[in-house]
């Protein structure tokens, strides 16, 4: 097999690699040469104390990594593949209490619990809630002053922010506190935040605070809502109050970021692709959420550990080394996708990965996501079918993060 061209020294999670582009042309040299490479990094970088991690690329591979978590373990160094070099390692091991870097049996427990949020039934129950806020959001940006405005913070960010306060029962005018506390989570990589390691720690605990107490009020005053579903009766299986805190603090990123930057690929796609939007605006085709997801992979990557020496790819990764899945790469794998440099909403099937590999940490709230898409997009080709561009996206700075921070547009 033909070693791939790789400059010296890249790496895939380099937030700077990152804040630029999603390195597609990389991925797509890797899956064709070497679809399992190791990816050296130097000192303590990721802040793993280790010599670097295994690159995987192939949608295969991905999903084989995702549904054996007896091998590929996502508590021994988390979920997340890159932290800052200076964060200690007892932060680390603290975010083992969240649902993501959990395994079995532990995560079968928690996620046994916590999927009652998303039956079916209660996300029918919120549908049209949610489509009249999506309307709103729409018409309200609408309405603003002057030639442009901010795509993201006016519109992406909001039915996410909302869809979560009405599933929780988080009361809409303490979302922003959500949406600062999240942002500040994930964008310590970002200079433009000037937001240090340490500031990301004390507002993810600040959210926990905050959902923690939540717990506490239900308990004390019990009522005909989800909260209380979740933590009532701690010893006949539901939350307690710590568990109830880390499980929201996942839905502040997991539910939020993700589903805001999905939402915010997608418009941008649109506009760059103004066939796919004369569609949409014309047929609404049902496949267009994800095609939209799978184009967005809002999550480049997560990791796993290996629990033992394994082989994988035709490479023998040893017990205790760190292995990237990298779904961007996945989402553009051709022996999986016709034509995967092309945005089609009418693309079916779509077996992308950007709810995950499956496995246990398949995404809890894809049927809220997909609905929360389907929404926004539709209230905008029914209020703003003219959108245009007024300005290229001003990408995030993160290791793991796809994430897009502005996008200036115009109804003129």
């Not at 010893?235 to 539910?255: H, P, Q, T, W, Y």
């Not at 290996?306 to 051709?334: C, M, S």
């Not at 440099?341 to 709230?365: A, K, M, Q």
């Given at each position: ?81 890159r932290f800052n070099e200076h ?323 115009t109804l003129s």
């Amino acid at each position: 097999m033909q070693c791939p061209a790789l400059p010296d020294g890249f790496d895939f999670t380099d937030p700077d690699l990152l804040q630029s582009r999603v390195p597609l042309p990389e991925f797509a040299e890797l899956r064709r040469a070497e679809p399992v490479r190791w990816i050296p990094q130097s000192g303590n970088i990721a802040g793993f104390q280790d010599e670097g991690y295994w690159a995987v690329t192939r949608h295969a591979d991905v999903k084989y990594v995702s549904t054996h978590p007896e091998i590929f373990s996502s508590y021994l160094n988390t979920a997340i593949i890159r932290f800052n070099e200076h964060i200690e390692r007892d932060a680390i091991d603290a975010q083992r209490l969240i649902l993501l870097n959990m395994d079995p049996p532990e995560h079968t427990r928690v996620r046994g619990i916590v999927q009652r949020v998303f039956t079916p039934r209660a996300i029918r129950a919120l549908e049209e809630r949610l489509r009249d806020r999506a309307h709103a959001i729409v018409e309200t940006a609408r309405a603003l002053p002057g030639d442009s405005f901010d795509f993201v913070t006016q519109v992406a960010c909001e039915l996410p922010l909302q869809a979560i306060a009405e599933l929780i029962g988080i009361p809409q005018d303490d979302r922003a506190k959500i949406f600062d506390w999240s942002n500040k989570m994930i964008s310590y990589d970002d200079p433009e935040y000037a937001i240090t390691e340490e500031v990301g720690q004390e507002s993810a605990m600040e959210l926990i605070a905050y959902a923690m107490n939540m717990a506490a009020d239900r308990k004390q005053c019990p009522a005909k809502d989800i909260v209380t579903t979740l933590v009532s009766a701690e010893d006949e299986g539901n939350l307690n109050s710590d568990e109830f805190g880390f499980f929201v603090l996942m839905l502040a990123v997991a539910g939020n970021e993700t589903t805001r930057n999905a939402i915010t690929h997608g418009m941008h796609a649109f506009l760059t692709h103004p066939d796919q939007w004369e569609k949409y605006t014309a047929e609404r085709p049902s496949t267009a959420a994800e095609e939209i997801v799978r184009w967005a992979t809002p999550v480049n990557a997560f990791q796993r550990t290996a629990t033992q020496d394994t082989e994988l790819g035709g490479k023998q990764i040893k017990k205790g080394d760190r292995v990237g899945i990298f779904y961007a790469a996945a989402n553009h794998d051709p022996d999986v996708f016709t034509n995967p440099d092309v945005f089609d909403i009418t693309r079916d099937p779509n077996p992308h990965l950007g709810f995950g590999g499956g496995g246990p940490h398949y995404c809890l709230g894809k049927s809220l996501a997909v609905l929360e898409i389907d929404l926004i997009f539709n209230a905008i080709a029914d209020a703003m079918p003219n959108l245009r561009a007024a300005g290229d996206p001003r990408r995030l700075r993160s290791a793991w993060i796809n994430g897009v921070k502005e996008l200036q547009v115009t109804l003129s």
